[in-house]
């Protein structure tokens, strides 16, 4: 037998055998050596660890919003234990992908596969700004969550609203050159997260720019300084009746909402945080729900009833109104108003300044009310 012959023989054999062989007699000590290496090479093959099929993923999370966090995707869902002091840590048998991180209402973007050790560190102060990933695949995770931050700049809603029709379209030009190069400048990620991302870019831009294209056509439409649309005795909530021209004398502040709006909710908190900020200055603040019998099983008294059950249940203030027809009212036709929540600006000689104003949560709408002089 060759020496190639018995080294091949050697290698299958059971680890137990080769044991066995190592101690018995051979004609040459260069036989010996290469028996020792047999050995040692099987017995390495043998112990070798297995790669994980599964993910671990630890972290810590600074002022948590609950309990636990989510690992969300569709078709896939799994909580995750979080300690009093905000560390976690558990195992995922997943698809590789990309899912979201939940914790409470807040979410980030991450990407997993069997194999990943990752640790993630958030604090819920600034939730986007503050997420980092580190171990074993985080790069893609970071370059996910870099994507969102890089997002949220470039579409900035109170910046783009401002442009007109020509400046729109340039800056969309702009952002989908900036977005590729972003893409194809990492080139270090994983192709499915790149791939999916240039592909998303085109349909994203278009979205963005119909709904904006909507609004600079009605502010052409309803250019500032124009005679308001008007409405005239809606229901108040004490069950008296309000006019457009009542509230002449003062900016008019008008939300646009429908108690079954959750964007319009979500709104409410930083509604009542300017109404008390700007209270017993030049500006009323003026609520219209637009709930109708559609929403409501087909029964206009059941819309009222839920309108002022929400009314009293949020402590809602300003002027509470409700129209008439829902969304088939004329005023809220007159402004073109096809989604909610929806904000109006009226001078006080009932003129219009803005008939898509910033939203109350929006850091603009304070510095228009400066401009103004409120």
Not at 50 to 64: A, C, Q, R
Not at 127 to 150: I, T
């Amino acid at each position: 037998m060759n020496h190639f012959q018995f080294l091949k023989q050697m290698l299958i054999l059971p680890v137990k055998a080769i044991l066995i062989a190592i101690f018995t007699p051979y004609k040459t000590i260069k036989m010996k050596k290469l028996l020792i290496l047999c050995c040692a090479f099987v017995i390495t093959v043998a112990c070798k660890e297995e790669p994980k099929d599964y993910v671990t993923l630890s972290g810590k999370i600074t002022d948590k919003n609950s309990d636990s966090l989510v690992v969300r995707t569709r078709g896939y869902s799994k909580a995750i234990t979080v300690n009093n002091d905000g560390i976690f840590k558990d195992t995922l048998k997943v698809e590789t992908g990309q899912y979201f991180l939940y914790d409470g209402s807040e979410s980030t973007p991450i990407f997993l596969k069997n194999g990943f050790d990752l640790n993630v560190t958030v604090d819920t102060k600034s939730f986007d700004e503050s997420v980092k990933y580190s171990g074993e695949g985080a790069e893609h995770s970071n370059f996910l969550a870099e994507k969102a931050l890089l997002q949220e700049k470039l579409l900035n809603m109170d910046e783009l609203s401002k442009l007109d029709k020509v400046g729109l379209e340039t800056k969309m030009d702009n952002i989908k050159n900036e977005l590729t190069k972003f893409y194809d400048t990492n080139s270090n990620i994983d192709t499915s997260i790149t791939n999916k991302g240039k592909n998303e870019i085109e349909p994203m831009l278009n979205f963005y720019n119909k709904y904006l294209g909507e609004s600079i056509a009605l502010k052409e439409e309803l250019p500032k300084g124009s005679p308001s649309p008007v409405f005239e005795n809606y229901e108040n909530i004490d069950g008296t009746t309000t006019s457009l021209s009542d509230l002449k004398g003062k900016f008019t502040y008008v939300d646009v909402w429908a108690t079954w709006c959750g964007p319009c909710k979500a709104e409410i908190p930083s509604l009542k945080a300017l109404e008390k900020e700007y209270h017993g200055k030049n500006i009323q603040f003026v609520s219209l729900s637009i709930d109708d019998d559609r929403s409501h099983g087909g029964s206009w008294d059941k819309a009222r009833e839920n309108w002022k059950a929400m009314v009293t249940d949020k402590e809602l203030g300003g002027i509470q109104l409700f129209a008439p027809k829902g969304w088939q009212s004329q005023f809220v036709q007159d402004y073109k108003i096809k989604g909610i929540p929806r904000f109006l600006l009226i001078d006080p000689n009932g003129n219009v300044v803005s008939p898509d104003a910033p939203r109350p949560s929006s850091d603009s709408i304070k510095e228009l009310f400066t401009e103004l002089n409120i």
